[in-house]
């Protein structure tokens, strides 16, 4: 019964999709969303289930999609009164006062890239640095895992701790998907994308995390393909995509000393284990622990509204690892996904007025983007796409901040204001070509 239920709900939210958006095959920001709900998470979710026997985590996973393209459809079609599919393609990509704006400086952005990447060497020390750890020691897995945690803290000053992870998380895959639409456009050189491609993927594949490395690419990816008009097929973007997720995937035989057909098979089952298990086990163990201690952390959970209401922040990623999991390393943590942080803090009630909401934004996003076909907000497009899609791995507040699903729409927003005016020098013409 549990399967048969299983697989009429996405039947049915794809019908929905089909009479309110047109094709089922289509690129909007509730297509994405919904088919990264599916595979990261619903795919596995009965195992999950059977795994912990929690009634609450099904009811989620069942009630998203559902909810999802039901206030999507209704927003469109009633509040926006639209009659046609929004369509993440781009059509006729033009250059304004911002991008040109921010073109002209494109030097001196590069150059700032660069010191970040080369203070970022200097002050954590080839020796404290993952990635090569990791190669140099394969068999002291443990230290490579400490090293990954405290692998952007610098030993400078706090502040560059900071700047090291948005720079990681947002603002390089930002950068790098305006230089992969300029380049596309042949607006700059190809030795200077180059340098920021092979600079940015060092910097984020340093600490052996692989999720940065795969926006970081991808961001590049999407980019490019937006620029071109989306000429590239699926089958083509799909296996561009694949050949991102097993860049970083290498790391996986290294990790447990496999090599040839083995390391191959390894790289394999754990790449496939960390893109559908993890996530929805991930979701799991928080509706495990919540529902088992029957507690709710309501605002406690972000630094900003327990500093508002008057409550003792927790970090929930943090306390899950410490209080669920018995482990020798300190400074853990088990991300999850929007909806099981949202279940950690509200309940049920959590789950269903945050999906209703990100449904609402979904909508508000298509339609944004689709009036804005502009080099800037093309790369924001793109990340506020990726940021969409790691709702599913992790809590809401930090993907709208730190990976841009909401930040991102603000920042256009604010620099659509000001993109008329100089703040910024000039630093000649070092690697840009002439428009």
């Not at 700059?188 to 994308?193: A, E, L, V």
């Not at 984020?204 to 970081?216: D, E, F, M, Q």
């Not at 029957?294 to 630094?303: A, C, D, E, Q, R």
């Amino acid at each position: 019964m549990l399967l048969l239920i299983h697989c009429v709900i996405p039947i049915i939210s794809m019908m929905i999709i089909k009479i309110s958006y047109g094709r089922i095959l289509s690129f909007s920001f509730v297509h994405i969303f919904l088919y990264s709900f599916l595979f990261l998470i619903y795919i596995r979710a009965l195992e999950v289930y059977k795994f912990f026997g929690n009634i609450h985590f099904i009811i989620a996973v069942w009630i998203i999609p559902l909810i999802v393209v039901l206030i999507a459809s209704y927003v469109k079609v009633v509040v926006l009164k639209s009659t046609y599919a929004f369509n993440l393609k781009v059509n006729n990509l033009h250059f304004n006062n911002l991008d040109e704006f921010l073109y002209r400086r494109i030097p001196f952005f590069s150059l700032i890239f660069l010191l970040i990447v080369g203070t970022f060497i200097v002050d954590i020390g080839f020796s404290n640095i993952a990635l090569f750890t990791l190669f140099t020691n394969t068999s002291n897995s443990v230290e490579v895992m400490n090293q990954r945690i405290s692998g952007l803290t610098s030993n400078i000053n706090p502040l560059l701790t900071y700047i090291y992870s948005y720079s990681r998380a947002l603002m390089f895959p930002l950068y790098f998907s305006f230089l992969s639409i300029l380049f596309a456009q042949k607006k700059i050189s190809k030795w200077h994308y180059l340098i920021i491609m092979l600079a940015g993927i060092f910097f984020c594949l340093s600490t052996t995390a692989k999720s940065p490395v795969v926006i970081y690419m991808i961001s590049g990816l999407l980019g490019y393909n937006f620029a071109i008009g989306g000429r590239l097929k699926v089958n083509k973007i799909g296996g561009r995509i694949i050949a991102v997720l097993l860049i970083p995937a290498a790391i996986y035989p290294l990790l447990y000393g496999t090599s040839g057909l083995n390391g191959l098979v390894v790289l394999v089952e754990s790449l496939w284990r960390r893109l559908t298990w993890v996530p929805s086990y991930a979701s799991g163990v928080y509706f495990d622990y919540f529902s088992n201690h029957n507690l709710i952390v309501g605002f406690s959970s972000n630094k900003v509204l327990s500093f508002l209401t008057n409550q003792e922040y927790i970090n929930i990623p943090s306390y899950i690892y410490e209080n669920y999991f018995e482990t020798t390393i300190q400074g853990g943590l088990v991300n999850a996904s929007y909806f099981a942080s949202f279940y950690a803090d509200w309940g049920l009630y959590g789950v269903i007025f945050s999906t209703i909401f990100i449904s609402i934004l979904l909508v508000t996003f298509d339609y944004f983007f689709k009036l804005n076909n502009t080099f800037f907000y093309t790369a924001g497009k793109v990340i506020v796409i990726l940021g969409m899609i790691h709702l599913m791995l992790s809590n809401f507040y930090s993907v709208s901040l730190g990976r841009g699903f909401l930040s991102i729409p603000l920042l256009l927003l604010f620099l659509k204001g000001i993109s008329k005016q100089s703040y910024l020098p000039i630093i000649g013409n070092f690697y840009v070509r002439s428009k």
